[in-house]
T-cell receptor, first 115, second 112 residues
């Protein structure tokens, strides 16, 4: 079956540009997470959705970061006025159950490079 | 900041040897999970151990959990070159929130 997909796989942006990263979770999965992974580090939690509700956005580093999941399936992470420190791999993960205290299925990630 | 800390940061062994990685965390947890990440397959879940469990096995993997020390270990027996990857522990804090917190990872290199 289809896993979690993310697009684009690679994105190069000039500093100050806005970007939008897309995540297609596994069909029927209730929970969706976004993570940011810097080179050589583990994933850092950004935000969590249960269906369409964004229940935890405590990991978003600034108000330039915004995520949505309006119909409880596809999610978009938007970064406004990108900065060089935003360069990282952005990972999306989904789980069938709520709260995510179970196996998470990860997408391949979007590698964002801000010049 | 990340809660989990893996030890060692990097490990190089010969094929056939065992590899042990350790993880420490800071707060009470619901469960602890181990994930593997390599360039070919991205992040893949390996095993989950609940807070009321002390040891769990899955194939060549053995995980232990000591909640009194807030630590876990992952043992890979009879390692293979294909086990070369980064290994991360991930915890779900028992604080009512929704975060999963990953450590910085152990980079394992298995030489054929």
């Amino acid at each position: 079956g289809a896993g979690v997909s993310q697009s684009p796989r690679y994105k190069v942006a000039k500093r100050g540009q806005d970007v939008a990263l897309r995540c297609d979770p596994i069909s029927g999965h209730v929970s969706l997470f976004w993570y940011q992974q810097a080179l050589g580090q583990g994933p850092e939690f950004l935000t969590y959705f249960q269906n369409e509700a964004q229940l935890d956005k405590s990991g978003l580093p600034s108000d330039r970061f915004f995520a949505e999941r309006p119909e409880g399936s596809v999610s978009t992470l938007k970064i406004q006025r990108t900065q060089q420190e935003d360069s990282a791999v952005y990972l999306c993960a989904s789980t069938f159950r709520s709260r995510g205290h179970n196996e998470q299925f990860f997408g391949p990630g979007t590698r964002l490079t801000v010049l | 900041s990340q809660q989990g800390e893996e030890d060692p940061q990097a490990l190089s062994i010969q094929e056939g040897e065992n590899a042990t990685m350790n993880c420490s965390y800071k707060t009470s947890i619901n469960n602890l999970q181990w994930y593997r990440q390599n360039s070919g397959r991205g992040l893949v879940h390996l095993i989950l151990i609940r807070s009321n469990e002390r040891e769990k096995h899955s194939g060549r993997l053995r995980v232990t959990l000591d909640t009194s020390k807030k630590s876990s270990s992952l043992l890979i027996t009879a390692s293979r070159a294909a086990d070369t990857a980064s290994y991360f522990c991930a915890t779900a804090p028992n604080t009512g929130g929704f975060k999963t917190i990953f450590g910085a990872g152990t980079r394992l290199f298995v030489k054929a």
